[in-house]
């Protein structure tokens, strides 16, 4: 069947069959999935694109968080992660936008993503000598009635975080494929990027107390192996394999290798499930993917629970879409109908989050009376 809706939208259709039987089947309505795509990227091109050389905080080129309610970007949080264009919440963007533009080039969008790598990115926010990470570039002076997030400027400039180094792993990875296949880029050419890459993913299994967890988009890193196998860049693949390794044998070792820097998160399980596969554990794989089913909404055929992870209320986040990778995966090996269903309903729960104007908000609030989108 091929079906339409008017309006985006939770929606049911009741499906009577076999003599008085029936069943609901809910949907997400959205709009075509492409342009949606589009539209965020240029939303946070023109939107969300900070053009101030006189930022005190060297924020200029970043793209700053965009409030919906008041239409704007903002520049102060006492969350000052939020605006320091560090950590999930703040590579999100260039993330994104990136990865978008390996399938769908647009020269404006690849020249204002260049001119963050290299106007802020490198300069401000990554040491090129050691390629540690700072936590923010904004940070406030403290007081004793200060809240937590209000990190001092000593603070700011830490380094351990483990889950942030993955996110630029991928963003220079992004820029080779872009400047392999299209000839964009221009501040540095694709084998320049590449090696940022993968200078980058060492410091990344070598820093922190979660440098052997599995860590959001982290099996992207496994592209960026086969990339310096294919260009012959031998030491540096052999180097970059031996960390992998590394990493690999802690997820076969450990007999629930899912933890996180939070209790209840769900980071972990695509690396994990795609490291195994690389070097093929079938034990650790067969078991990621029960828990990763498990996880699954426990079979409840509603859309914001059937392909999203068990998190309090919160659906339509990012674990959910990494984590039905694995799921769609298995499926394209084992025909497997449950890992279709619960793979695609999580891949495409994200997409609930993108509006057409190109707003993309961060998760969904699905508890019965409050249904609503959050930042």
């Known amino acids: 069947m091929t079906l339409s809706f008017k309006g985006r939208g939770q929606k049911s259709l009741k499906f009577a069959y076999n003599g008085g039987r029936w069943t609901n089947v809910h949907f997400y309505s959205i709009e075509d999935l492409e342009s949606l795509i ?29 409030d919906y309610q008041i239409e704007s970007t903002y520049s102060d949080s006492d969350s000052v992660w939020e605006v320091g264009r560090s950590d999930e919440y ?37 040491n090129q000598e050691t390629f540690a990470l700072r936590a923010s570039l904004y940070w406030k002076q403290r007081y004793p009635s200060c809240p937590w997030g209000h990190w001092t400027e000593e603070r700011s400039k830490e380094s351990y975080r483990t889950y942030n180094y993955h996110h630029v792993v991928n963003v220079y990875h992004a820029f080779y494929k872009i400047g392999n296949r299209y000839r ?16 980058t993913s060492v410091k990344w299994f070598n820093t922190g107390p979660w440098r052997h967890v599995g860590v959001v988009c982290g099996s992207n890193v496994l592209n960026v192996l086969e990339d310096l196998k294919q ?35 769900q980071a972990a399980h695509e690396q994990v499930y795609f490291f195994t596969r690389y070097f093929w554990n079938q034990e650790k794989i ?14 409840q055929p509603v859309w914001f629970s059937y392909g999203n992870d068990k998190r309090v209320d919160s659906a339509c986040w990012y674990t959910e879409s990494l984590n039905g990778m694995p799921l769609l995966k298995e499926f ?17 729960s994200v997409t609930a989050n993108l509006l057409p104007d190109g707003m993309g908000f961060g998760r969904f609030v699905s508890t019965p009376e409050d249904f609503h989108m959050i930042l």
């Open 332 to 348: 394209e090996e084992t025909g497997d109908m449950e890992m279709l269903i619960k793979g695609y309903a999580g891949v495409m």
């Open 286 to 299: 067969s078991k990621t993917l029960q828990v990763i089913t498990a996880l699954r909404g426990c079979n």
């Open 38 to 66: 589009k539209a965020r990227a240029q939303f946070i091109t023109h939107r969300q694109f900070l053009d101030d050389p006189d930022d005190p905080f060297n924020r200029h080129h970043m793209f700053l968080p965009f």
């Open 231 to 265: 260009e012959k860049l031998q030491q540096e693949y052999k180097a970059l394999l031996n960390e992998i390794q590394k990493c690999n044998q802690v997820f076969i070792e450990t007999p629930y290798p899912y933890s996180s820097e939070l209790f209840v998160d």
């Open 90 to 126: 703040d590579f999100s963007e260039p993330v994104f936008l990136a990865e978008k533009n390996v399938y769908y080039p647009v020269k404006e969008e690849v020249e204002a993503l260049e001119a963050y790598v290299n106007d802020c990115l490198i300069k401000h926010i990554q």
């Open 184 to 199: 964009l880029t221009e501040q540095k050419k694709p084998l320049e990027y590449l090696k940022l890459a993968y200078k």
